[in-house]
Every structure is written in C-alpha cells, then in structure tokens.
C-alpha cells in the first residue's frame, strides 16, 4: 500500500512515516519545508533501513498533487500539513486559512480528481468547546476556538463531513490528537520547533539543555488540583501508531469517523516538569507568571472509542514522554541544524 503523508516531514509526520515504513507500507512525503528540516526523513531512512520519496511542494499546488497522487499510484493520504502556531495564527489570520482551509481544499479536490478517496486528518482537541466534564468523548460538542488556528481546525471537520455526505464512497477518519510529546526512543528525530516554543515539553526540554534560561508558568489559580493548567500529553509513537491503525482500519470500509487519540489521563504543568526532572536529572528553573489568553484550565480524552475501534492503545507514559524528549534535545541540542551546519 502506498501512503502520501502531506506534511511528512514535521514533528508527528516524521514519526509516523517511520511507523509506516517499519510496518511495510510505501511512503510519499509531500511538504514545502516551511515548518521542517529534510534531515528528518534521511533519519527516517535510516532508522527504518528504508527509503521514501520526498516531493518538495506545496500542497495549495493542485495539480502537482494530482500528479503525484496519480504517479506513484497512491492508496491514501494522511494530511498533516498545515500552520500550527497559535499565537501566530492570531496576527495573521488569512494566512492560516489559505494554508489550512485552502490547503485542504486543494487537497481534496487533488484527491477527486486522482480517484483518491481514503484520506486521515489531523485535527486537535482544541476544537472542543471549554468544559467542566472530563474526560471528553467524541460526543463532546465542538465550540468556538478562541484563535484562527482552532477555527481552521474546526472548518477542516465541516468541510470533510460535508465531503462525505456527498460523496458516501470516500473513507474519512478525523483524528482529535490531545497534546503530542515525547520523540522516538532513539533521540534520532523529534519535534524541532522554529523560534521560542509555544509548547511546553519542547519549552522545558530548551530550559534544560541550557537554550533558554527559564520556565514560565502560565497561571496557578486555576481549579485543578495544583492550580497549573492540565492536559492529556500523548507519546508521539503512540499517536504515530494510531494513525496507522486508523488508516487501515478506514482502507477497509468506506465511513466518516472520529477518533480521540489521547491518554486517558491528565498531569498538571507541576506534575509534567518534575517528571521531567525526574527522569533527565536536570533542573528545569520555573516562574509562575500570568495566565495565556485562550488557554483552559483541562482537558484529557476518553480514548475508548479509538481502543475498540481501532485495536489501539497508548503503550508509554509521562515518563518516557519525558525520558524520550530529553534524549532528542540532549544529542541535538540545537535540533536538525546540528546536522545541517
Ligand atoms: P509541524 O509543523 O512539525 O508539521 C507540519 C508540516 O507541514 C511541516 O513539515 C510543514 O513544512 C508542512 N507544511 C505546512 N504548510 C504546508 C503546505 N502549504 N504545503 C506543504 N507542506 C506544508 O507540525 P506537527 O506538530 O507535526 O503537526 C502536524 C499536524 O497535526 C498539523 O496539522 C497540526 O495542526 C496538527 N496538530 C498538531 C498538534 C501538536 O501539538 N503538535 C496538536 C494537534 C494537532
Ligand atoms: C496548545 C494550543 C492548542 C494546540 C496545542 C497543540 C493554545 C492556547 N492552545 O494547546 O490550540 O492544539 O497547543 O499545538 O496555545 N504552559 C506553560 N508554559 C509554557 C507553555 C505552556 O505553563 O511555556 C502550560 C499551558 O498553560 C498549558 C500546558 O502548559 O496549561 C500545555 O500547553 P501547550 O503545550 O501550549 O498546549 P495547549 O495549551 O494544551
């Protein structure tokens, strides 16, 4: 089977081209490299003993698409490309629409006119409305995102369902991914953010290896048991997996689907930076400051729907997140320039 990954060579397309290749699929990478290093896929390579094929292109390019699609005979399309940085999203909102929402159309329509129709979307649980019920199930209502990125995220979802309404014959998975961390457990690939993180194990691991100087802790007045905020940080193996089992089990019938790929269980900022030094031996130096705007208070998934249907279960926990990304930051400290320069 051959898988076209859009955005293969980020953070969790990386890792999950690797899940692929190990596990005998063939893989296209499609991405521009706005966000990411081709370093990642020669690591990939590497790592599986395997090769790929990279197309440098962007994915609002439909014909190239089409044309790639139709050329290396393409089974289905895992779409992870697209724009994921919050803040930013906030300044330059039309630049996310036309990369996310206009990206995806291009996609899709890529993908209709190359007979295509089995395709896995990455989406986030930042499309869930605020909530004192936790966990989340898929039944969740959906509300309305507090930034550009979120909207694009939740826009995405319509779009495809309204795809599929029309055109019943296509297999759609929309994959809510709660918060991704962790890297592969030979410190080979990772998430290698451009600029000052926005997230905080890619913010934690940079405080430790001595890139930055400290830790902010956004807010501990809120009504969690330690009042810093809590999430639901899936090993990105474990969400590389899921896509996997979510693309075979798609490829078998046609259907629309919505799966949660998350834990199960939360940790507080506190708990989440004492793992961390726990398990790295290094002291992550912390300032509480004041809250994010948009930020929430919680949020963690109920996975079962993705375990019953998909055969899928998260195999690792906070600390090898945290053994894990420690291992990536510490023998590359400066990420995939390290290997560049
Ligand atoms: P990433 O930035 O590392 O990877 C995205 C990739 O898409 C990059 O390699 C980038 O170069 C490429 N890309 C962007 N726009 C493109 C375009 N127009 N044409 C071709 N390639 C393009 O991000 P990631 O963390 O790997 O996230 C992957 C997907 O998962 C994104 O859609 C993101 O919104 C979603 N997601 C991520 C998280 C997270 O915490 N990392 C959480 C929920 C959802
Ligand atoms: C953020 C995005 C969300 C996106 C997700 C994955 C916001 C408001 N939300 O989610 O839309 O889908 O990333 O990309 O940006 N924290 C700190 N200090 C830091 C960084 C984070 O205290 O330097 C705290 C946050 O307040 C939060 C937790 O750590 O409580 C996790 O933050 P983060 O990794 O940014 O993820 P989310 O906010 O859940």
Excluded at 160 to 185: K, V
Excluded at 270 to 297: K, M, N, T, W
Aim: with cysteine.
């Amino acid at each position: 089977m051959v898988m076209l990954l859009t955005g293969g060579a980020g953070y969790i397309g990386s890792h999950t081209a690797l899940v692929l290749l190990e596990a005998g699929y063939d893989v296209v990478v499609y991405d521009n490299l706005s966000n990411s290093s081709p370093e990642s896929l020669r690591r990939v390579e590497r790592l599986s003993g395997r090769s790929l094929t990279f197309i440098e292109a962007d994915i609002r390019d439909t014909a190239r698409l089409e044309q790639a699609l139709t050329e290396h005979a393409v089974d289905a399309v895992i779409h992870f490309a697209g724009l994921k940085a919050v803040g930013e999203s906030t300044e330059k909102p039309l630049a996310y629409y036309e990369n996310n929402v206009g990206g995806t159309l291009s996609l899709c329509q890529a993908m209709r006119a190359a007979d295509v129709r089995t395709l896995v979307f990455s989406s986030s649980a930042t499309v869930y409305a605020e909530s004192d019920e936790m966990p989340l199930t898929e039944a969740a209502p959906t509300g309305r995102p507090t930034n550009p990125y979120g909207s694009s995220k939740l826009m995405i979802e319509w779009i495809l369902q309204d795809l599929y309404a029309a055109n019943p014959d296509w297999s759609i998975a929309i994959l809510r991914y709660f918060n991704p961390a962790g890297a592969h457990e030979s410190g080979e690939i990772g998430e290698d953010p451009n600029g000052i993180p926005n997230n905080l194990l890619p913010y934690v691991s940079q405080v430790a290896v001595g890139r930055l100087e400290q830790l902010s802790i956004y807010g501990n007045d809120y009504a969690t048991p330690d009042g810093t905020g809590v999430r639901d940080y899936i090993h990105v193996m474990d969400l590389a997996e899921g896509h996997l089992k979510a693309a075979n089990a798609i490829a078998r019938a046609s259907g629309l689907h919505l799966w949660n790929l998350g834990t199960g269980k939360g940790y507080s900022v506190l708990e989440a930076v004492q793992a961390f030094e726990r398990v790295s031996q290094r002291p992550v130096p912390y300032r509480v400051v004041g809250r994010r705007p948009g930020d929430i208070a919680q949020c963690w998934a109920d996975p079962r729907k993705a375990e019953a249907e998909l055969d899928w279960q998260c195999s690792r926990g906070i600390d090898d997140i945290m053994a894990d990304a420690w291992r990536w930051q510490s023998h590359n400290p400066q990420g995939y320039r390290d290997s560049e320069r």
